[in-house]
């Protein structure tokens, strides 16, 4: 067991500063291609999700954030959703533009043959950047599910083109302070190829469009096996990594709670990401969770989700770099290991219990919302209506 004392004191601020944005989708119902699964006092509006995810942020407190996803969180009046999430302690975070659900769609958005239908998914995004004017975010988030299912469908490169194209329209019209994060995925809908399949892909539109677009990772858009805390190394390297989504999975883009699939991997991405600096708060990475609740409840698999990754930051935060440096640099392979290996196995949750008590929160953010009773109070305050979910 370890306490705060173990800490040095620029681990300890890392650790009190630390941030995570919530996904407004993440409290709306979820399922599988096969069945969608519903939740009592699930919210059926932008504001109920705010309410929620209030509630992460008050047993967490490291949760100020809340990702909005348009058209599923469109209301008629953006500046007073911002100003209702302040009234409940977060903020608006990145818009997510969503041109994936629309039958116009089905051959692409901005990649699409058809200019009509590109001029449509670029105006979506301007729509986006106007949302973003009225609540304060700083970034637009462009995931994209356009590629082709079979060879010869569409010229790969023409898609190329055109995308690149679309993308230089939607980036002219940031204000400033404002960045297009990238987001890639290496398959899924699109399974002959994907127009964005990979960071290197990502990465070279970036660098095409300017210094304000940057690239998101995503931990579940990886074939089995990658070294995503080599892809993390390689952004961070070259200023690009804007952004990194949690989740977790066994097969593909499963979008479980982070870190239940492989723990050490969480630890060992965090341990690249706190070496270089990228965890402090002007850093410009922005991290966030970016997962689907299909069978637990929604607000306890989000605080268990940010239990998670405070736990691998803590973890990461104890390696000691010097003795780490100074086995790399002997060629000593079995000490260096050790060194990861020991800050890995160190059991830091009296540490994070001690942290949390000292801003005036519950040390067990999970017990202490199970006590509250606020899903009774949803569940009984929330019959009727339609529940948010997946297209609504």
């Known amino acids: 067991m370890t306490t705060l004392n173990d800490y040095t004191p620029e681990a300890r601020r890392l650790l009190e500063e630390q941030t995570i944005e919530l996904p407004s989708w993440a409290f ?11 939740t009592g006092g699930v919210p059926r509006t932008p504001y109920e999700k705010l309410e929620d995810a209030a509630q992460v942020n008050a047993y967490t407190g490291i949760t100020p954030r809340v990702s909005l996803h348009i058209p599923w969180d469109r209301v008629d009046d953006f500046a007073d959703l911002a100003a209702y999430a302040t009234d409940h302690g977060v903020t608006i975070g990145a818009i997510n533009s969503n041109v994936f659900q629309d039958d116009d769609y089905k051959l692409g958005s901005l990649c699409h043959s058809d200019q009509s239908i590109r001029t449509k998914a670029i105006n979506h995004h301007r ?188 973890k990461a935060l104890l390696v000691d770099h010097s003795a780490l440096t100074d086995a790399q640099h002997s060629g000593d392979v079995l000490a260096a290991n050790a060194v990861l290996m020991d800050a890995y196995n160190t059991d830091v949750r009296d540490a994070l219990a001690e942290l949390r008590e000292s801003k005036g929160l519950a040390a067990n953010p999970m017990a202490a919302f199970a006590e509250s009773g606020y899903l009774d109070t949803i569940r009984a305050a929330r019959a009727g209506g339609e529940q948010a979910g997946w297209g609504a």
């Not at 709306?28 to 519903?38: A, I």
């Open 127 to 314: 729509e986006c950047i106007d949302i973003m004017n009225q609540t304060g975010s700083t970034d637009l988030k462009i995931w994209l599910a356009d590629g082709t299912n079979y060879p010869g469908q569409d010229s790969i490169r023409a898609r190329q083109d055109r995308l690149a194209d679309s993308l230089q329209q939607i980036y002219a019209d940031l204000s400033e302070g404002q960045r297009i994060i990238l987001e890639y995925k290496f398959f899924e809908p699109a399974f002959y190829h994907t127009d964005i399949p990979d960071w290197g892909t990502a990465l070279v539109h970036c660098q095409a469009l300017g210094s304000n677009a940057m690239v998101v990772l995503d931990t579940g858009h990886h074939a089995p096996g990658t070294n995503i805390e080599f892809i993390v190394a390689q952004l961070l390297r070259v200023g690009r990594l804007g952004a990194f989504d949690f989740n977790s999975r066994f097969y593909a883009d499963d979008d479980l709670m982070v870190g239940a699939a492989d723990p050490f991997q969480l630890f060992r991405i965090m341990h690249e990401i706190v070496s270089v600096g990228a965890l402090d708060k002007n850093s410009g990475v922005n991290f966030m969770l970016d997962q689907c609740h299909n069978l637990e409840e929604k607000i306890p698999g989000q605080i268990r989700s940010v239990m998670n990754i405070q736990e691998a930051t803590a």
């Open 28 to 38: 709306g119902n979820s399922g599988t291609r096969f069945k969608v699964f519903t």
